[in-house]
């Protein structure tokens, strides 16, 4: 106890020092998943709320492939990811392995079944008599659908909540496709499990404390985004 207690005092002591090579470490990780979520955000909220609104064969098989991609562990992304960006993969001479461009690529794959999943559910769950009111009443197709997302915005808040989580904490797509390089592509679970590895207990417990803090900042200013909507 005494031991953990005197290493929780010199991650403090590190947290406050402002020391650049945490804190770049820091910004890279929260960068790499904002932009992440942004992306993923964009094209799975969109995703989502098509196929809750529309009816088309086989649409039963594609939410079932949706709900399944959420469960696929991050070292296969990372590795599908890995291949395509390869020397001999299809986008290789892009040469984005082992750069930041391939951690949010990697990133968005992970996360955006994540959020079209969970944002086709928030749709699905929404009453039917609200589209049906709302064409009665002269709603162009454009309006139905942004009154649609509008009832539905807590629901698609929480989903992109959900996916910068699974971003932010996520290691294994991260440290295939970045490399964990210094100064460059290591980000806060890559230094976390390289410097406990090491014995460095100190740091790793400071970027632990800094990667919850981080969490629970994200998860606040979404609480206080739909409170103030409320």
């Known amino acids: ?34 932009i992440s979520v942004a992306i993923a955000g964009l ?26 991609m959420m469960g696929v562990p991050p070292v296969v992304v990372g590795l599908v990811t890995f291949i395509v960006l390869s020397r001999q993969g299809p986008f290789g001479s892009a040469q984005l392995l082992f750069t930041p461009a391939a951690m949010v690529i990697a990133q968005t794959v992970l996360v955006m079944p994540i959020i ?11 009453d039917p008599l ?15 659908i942004l009154l649609v997302v509008y009832e539905a915005r807590y629901g698609i808040m929480a989903a992109i909540t959900a996916g ?17 390089i210094k100064g460059a592509t290591r980000t806060m679970t890559t230094a976390i499990a390289m410097q406990t590895s090491m014995g460095d207990y100190d740091q790793a417990l400071a970027l632990g404390l800094m990667l919850i803090l981080l969490a629970f900042a994200v998860n606040a200013v979404f609480y206080r985004i739909q409170r103030g909507a409320q």
């Not at 009665?136 to 309006?143: I, P, V």
């Not at 910068?164 to 964990?180: C, K, P, S, T």
Request: proline share 1%; hydrophobic share 55%; with cysteine.
């Open 116 to 126: 079209a999943a969970l944002s086709h559910a928030t749709v699905m769950g929404q």
């Open 43 to 68: 094209m799975g909220v969109c995703g989502g709320v098509a196929l809750a609104l529309r009816a088309f064969r086989g649409k039963g098989l594609v939410v079932s492939v949706l709900n399944t």
């Open 130 to 144: 609200l589209r049906d009111s709302a064409r009665t009443l002269g709603a162009s197709r454009l309006q139905v």
């Open 164 to 180: 910068f989580g699974r971003a932010i904490a996520e290691v294994g797509a991260v440290l295939m496709v970045g490399g964990n």
């Open 1 to 34: 106890m005494g031991g953990f207690a005197e290493a929780l005092l010199k991650a403090g002591q590190l947290i406050v020092s402002f020391d650049p090579g945490l804190y770049g470490i820091i910004w890279l990780s929260l960068s790499v998943s904002l």
